[in-house]
């Protein structure tokens, strides 16, 4: 049983994509402003950008024992100057209509939990959970955060063999990721109404999506090659084609995410150790 206790002081400068976007963003349908651009035009005060400032403290509690392992850990932290991509309004373009992201700062909170549990309950089955939750306020504008997680849950169980005639390391494993919906996300507001909306107010485009459970899979092994080996795994994501859009995806705000996905992998060792 252990109790660790850490905490951080951490800065950075702004990236630089961060201060000078500017223009159509191809990966997300959206037109994006740096800190350093404003109405087409490089700012050139440097007062203007300052650097991000965290202050975390971490405290984590573990147990560990033969089949049995907990680690939890609970954070604060509170961010300066935290740089963040906030809706602003609509523009009409010669490549269409896109909606307008901008590079913002303001000061942060986000305290939040994270629990993952791994018990083996025979030495060929091993069930696996995990937790985390991040709860976010705009301290400077006394608002919510745009583009925070919302909680998630997962539970999976695996069965494994050491050795199943040639094949090494057999196992087949199932999960099933549950994310819940975001409530704690900004007002919506329909870009015929943006004008009437505070400066300082942050909005969003849509209301956050529901939430979602999906089911994934996988199977894994390796085979021996001489001296060598050649591991084969394949997982299957959303396997019921679940149809559900991420929060966190910004392409939420015309499809849904992705359906069923397979993937195959083969890893060769070249060196036995």
Do not use: C
């Amino acid at each position: 049983l252990r109790l660790l206790s850490n905490f951080a002081l951490s800065s950075r400068p702004p990236h630089v994509s961060e201060l000078y976007s500017e223009g159509l963003h191809h990966g997300t349908a959206s037109l994006e402003e740096g800190l350093m651009r404003k109405d087409g035009h490089v700012l050139t005060e440097q007062s203007l950008v300052r650097e991000e400032f965290s202050k975390k403290w971490v405290n984590t509690l573990q147990y560990t024992d033969e089949r049995l392992s907990v680690d939890f850990s609970v954070y604060y932290n509170h961010i300066n100057n935290y740089v963040y991509l906030r809706p602003t309004s609509t523009r009409l373009t010669v490549r269409g209509y896109f909606p307008v992201f901008r590079y913002e700062q303001t000061d942060a909170l986000l305290m939040g939990s994270d629990a993952t549990v791994k018990w083996q309950v025979h030495e060929k089955i091993t069930l696996n959970s995990k937790f985390s939750y991040i709860h976010a306020r705009d301290t400077w504008n006394d608002d919510v955060l745009i583009y925070i997680p919302p909680a998630q849950f997962e539970n999976g169980i695996q069965f494994s063999v050491p050795e199943a005639g040639r094949l090494k390391g057999l196992f087949v494993g199932v999960s099933v990721p549950v994310t819940f919906r975001q409530t704690r996300a900004p007002m919506v507001v329909s870009p015929v109404d943006i004008g009437e909306v505070a400066p300082d107010r942050t909005f969003d485009f849509a209301a956050a999506p529901d939430g979602y459970t999906l089911l994934n899979a996988r199977v894994g092994f390796k085979l021996p090659v001489g001296e060598h080996s050649v591991g084969i795994s394949l997982t299957g994501e959303n396997l019921l084609n679940t149809r559900y859009r991420n929060y966190m995806n910004r392409l939420r705000y015309y499809a849904d995410d992705i359906g069923s996905n397979y993937i195959l992998r083969l890893t060769y060792n070249f060196l036995s150790h």
